[in-house]
């Protein structure tokens, strides 16, 4: 992979699993460390055991919202439940995209 580092935003701890219902608002306020990663730092942050949640975007290190927005290089997805990463791999393939993790 490449040095690149990319701007993302993240959550100041890390999350053994999902994040309640209840918990999301305390986790959403919670993302405002902005932090510079490659794409291979990225995979192992948000993969656990540090499952860290993370924005794609940059934000100015307050809350993070439409007003507050920096910039962003990395698209993400998240798939919670319905499709399988293989056929997500397919319609990539398909449109002639190329994911890096």
Do not use: W
Not at 3 to 13: A, C, E, G, R, S
Not at 78 to 90: H, L, N, Q, Y
């Amino acid at each position: 992979m490449t040095n690149v580092k990319h701007l993302i935003t993240t959550d100041k701890f890390s999350h053994k699993c999902k994040p309640s219902k209840e918990d999301v608002a305390i986790v959403h306020e919670n993302l405002i460390h902005v932090l510079p990663v490659t794409v291979d730092e990225l995979a192992i942050i948000v993969a656990k055991p540090i499952s860290a949640t993370f924005s794609p975007a940059n934000f100015d290190g307050r809350k993070r919202n439409n007003k507050n927005f920096v910039s962003q290089s990395i698209f993400a997805l998240d798939f919670d439940s319905g499709i399988t990463p293989e056929a997500v791999v397919k319609r990539f393939d398909k449109y002639g995209l190329i994911p890096n993790l």
